[in-house]
Structures are given as C-alpha cells and as structure tokens.
C-alpha cells in the first residue's frame, strides 16, 4: 500500500491498560472534535460487526501506529501475531510511523518497537507517575502526535535531549479512517 494511502491512527493496547487509551483519548479530544486527528482503536467496533475484519482495515489504512506497552500489551499473542507484526512490517515498507508510549513498566527492550524511539522518557513509564505528571507527560506526547499527524518538522536536537520522538515526518493533511 502507498503511504499516501495510509492516513490513520491505529491505537494498539491491551484492555488491561484501558485506562491509558482513555487517558489518552481524553487528552487528544479537542484535537479529534476539532477533525485533525482521528485515531482508531477497538472500542469504534460496532456491535455485530466482524470485528477481525475492522481491525485489519484499521490495519491497512493506518499511517501511525500508537503503541500503549504494558507487561500485558507484550503478553498479548493477538498483539503480537495480529497488530504488532503487520504494523512493523508496515513501517519497514510502507513508511508507517512507530508512535510507542511506555504505559507500565516491562521487558520491553528486546522488543523489535524499541528500535524506534519513544514517544516519552521511557525511563518513567505513565503509570509510575503522579496523576499531574502523568497528565503533563501525555500532553506533551499528545502535541507530539499531533506533529506527527499533521507532517511538522521535529526539533533537530537529539530525543534524548528534548524529550520528544525523533521520527521522520511524512507530508499530510488530517488523519482520518
């Protein structure tokens, strides 16, 4: 698939970290109400509806991939054999862009995601943190992921030295599924 044809979020979690997807969407709301993001995650599958179909649509159709790591997102087989591989291949051949937030702390760093940078000090995972540093770390991320979405260049100095993502930046208009 052409990168020009991926526009989407796609938000992989584990539903034992739902708090943080929320958290996340919570902060981002003003942004999706206002149509400059749109990211997609398994809650906006319709009651009826196949929903292994609807999550390799979201799949194919995703630009950036929000990654929310946790002991239980890295226990997941279905995150592994059907989100977290067709989003790394994705990223290899289709430009997809590699957004991970580290949310609890785990043994991720044997992890094939980890080669990408965090989108956040990956030293204090979100749930270590107090509720007002949590929410000042998440907006941060969130702004983060706004420029992603929207193609604004990154800060040229290391992430290691601002604290943000360093990825490379495709030209978009809004991302929508």
Not at 49 to 60: M, N, Q, S, V
Not at 147 to 168: H, I, M, Y
């Amino acid at each position: 698939m052409a990168t020009n044809d991926r526009r989407g979020i796609f938000i992989s979690y584990s539903h034992k970290d739902r708090k943080f997807l929320d958290e996340l969407k919570t902060m981002l709301a003003s942004a999706i109400r206002d149509g400059i993001v749109d990211p997609w995650d398994d809650t906006r599958i319709a009651p009826g509806a196949k929903w292994r179909d609807e999550i390799e649509t979201a799949l194919r159709s995703a630009r950036i991939a929000v990654l929310l790591v946790s002991q239980h997102f890295l226990a997941s087989d279905f995150i592994a054999k059907h989100e977290l591989r067709p989003l790394l291949d994705a990223a290899q051949n289709d430009g997809l862009t590699v957004f991970w937030i580290l949310v609890r702390p785990c043994l991720y760093e044997r992890e094939e995601f980890a080669t990408y940078q965090a989108a956040h000090d990956d030293s204090k995972p979100l749930a270590a943190l107090s509720k007002p540093k949590r929410e000042a770390a998440l907006q941060d991320i969130c702004k983060q992921l706004i420029q992603v979405g929207e193609g604004v260049p990154t800060d040229s100095r290391p992430a290691s030295q601002t604290g943000k993502v360093a990825v490379s930046r495709l030209p978009s208009s809004r991302l929508l599924i």
